[in-house]
């Protein structure tokens, strides 16, 4: 079973997933006065520029979003001082502001209404289920005017409970219109309720037992949120001890240990994950794995087994963007099919969108993760200015939070004094 941790602190969320008591994934969201994935805006388009296809719009933030064009968006022939509805892709980065795109989305637990085609469409997952497509189709009641993306979710519940959210993403989709209509100057209208809705909508699952959190609002959200999800039967807990929820639970000691970028594998082969500029690099090596009785064995048996475990890691670590692997080499096209499999299968509950492409002539697999929030590096971890950015060292400020959560153990287990 799996329990999910939340705990808020001042403007960070960290929110970690459990399974079997260890650590599955982790995720670490600043709630800053900046636009996020997933948010709506009202946007009034400010610059075209026609060599690279992009548009840029003021949507009520210090930087101007920008947004691509092309055909299937129907956003090709907008032009300057066109006001539009827009979702955010992507949050602000350095000197580059948010992108955002018009084909607008508003995701519930069952279903997602959009506004890039009017049909009844169906989670990749569950496109070899015909009898449920054909059910769905039958009994949906869908508006005329939006088209339907039906999430693996809807397996666990009736047609009712489906029904019963697309009226209510509707009746938002409706205020989202209507204010954006109305409104004079860019604003933010949706955020779906911020980081705290994507932990209902994309984390809890059937198999979610507990939730804790630390505050009382959060509590009252998540209450709410699960009280008509008849597929979330689930014990939400009220963190009251002094110690934060991460610490008390040694969550603290999983996510420190994440710093190491050599993982150990059963075999005795590893796998190293490095961080660049661009994107992060894995590297696969037998190393004391001498126990198989050929190369080829030896080589099958580590990519196995680094399959699972990278998957694993990128999604406790909460690595996206690009990610390339370097497999062991291997010349038989039966065995990169296995390890291609358990690659796939590693990343069967991951919730963020994931594309895994096939081997290259270099052996090389590519992968490219949608980012959502930071990953544990981003938080931990800082240039080190002695060695002048050529090594990390843990943030100041991460290191306070650990001495305090030390402090307050430790005045809780002795009768001390002073600590100094």
């Known amino acids: 079973m799996e329990e999910v941790y939340i705990e808020r602190e001042k403007d960070i969320l960290r929110i970690a997933l459990r399974e079997g008591g260890k650590l599955k994934e982790c995720f670490i969201e600043e709630e800053k006065e900046e636009p996020s994935p997933g948010e709506i805006y009202k946007g009034i388009v400010k610059n075209i ?3 690279i296809k992009c548009a840029f719009i003021d949507i009520g933030f210090e930087k101007n979003a920008y947004m691509y064009l092309h055909h299937k968006f129907g956003n090709e022939n907008i032009k300057k001082g066109d ?22 989305s508003i995701p519930g637990r069952y279903a997602v209404i959009i506004t ?10 569950i496109d070899d289920n015909e009898n449920f497509k054909e059910y769905i189709n039958e009994n949906i009641i869908k508006p005329s005017d939006i088209g339907i993306m039906i999430r693996t979710n809807a397996l666990e519940v009736d047609i009712e409970d489906i029904n019963t959210e697309i009226s209510e993403l509707y009746k938002h989709y409706k205020r989202i219109v209507r204010e954006s209509t109305y409104s004079i100057k860019p604003s933010l209208l949706y955020n779906g309720g911020g980081s705290l809705g994507r932990v209902g909508i994309d984390v809890l699952s059937s198999a979610t037992s507990k939730i804790v ?15 008509n999800k008849s597929d979330l039967k689930l014990e939400i807990e009220l963190h009251s001890e002094s110690q934060n929820v991460f610490s008390y639970y040694n969550i603290e000691k999983e996510i420190l240990s994440l710093r190491n970028n050599k993982v150990a594998l059963p075999s005795g082969g590893n796998i190293i994950i490095e961080k660049t500029e661009a994107m992060y690099v894995i590297d696969v090596n037998s190393g004391k794995n001498i126990k198989q009785s050929s190369l080829d064995k030896t080589a099958l048996v580590t990519n196995l087994e680094a399959a699972e475990e990278i998957a694993s890691q990128i999604m406790m670590r909460n690595l996206g963007g690009i990610i390339i692997i370097d497999f062991i080499d291997l010349d038989s096209f039966q065995n990169r099919k296995k390890i291609m499999k358990a690659l796939k299968e590693g990343f069967r509950d991951d919730k963020k969108k994931t594309v895994i492409y096939p081997f290259t002539q270099l052996n090389l697999v590519q992968i490219a993760r949608k980012r959502r929030g930071r990953s544990i590096y981003d938080y931990i971890e800082e240039d080190c200015n002695v060695c002048h950015g050529k090594a990390k060292r843990i943030k100041l400020s991460y290191i306070n939070k650990l001495i305090k ?3 307050i153990r430790i005045s809780k287990d002795y009768e001390i004094k002073d600590i100094y």
Do not use: C, H, R
């Open 116 to 125: 890039y085609n009017n049909e009844v469409n169906f989670s990749k997952k």
């Open 83 to 104: 006001e539009l509805l827009l979702e955010v892709m992507k949050e602000p980065i350095g000197e580059k502001g948010p992108k955002v795109t018009s084909a607008i």
């Open 405 to 407: 959560n030390e402090i």
């Open 213 to 227: 959190v630390n505050t009382q609002k959060d509590y009252d959200y998540i209450k709410e949120f699960i009280s």
């Open 49 to 51: 520029v026609p060599a």
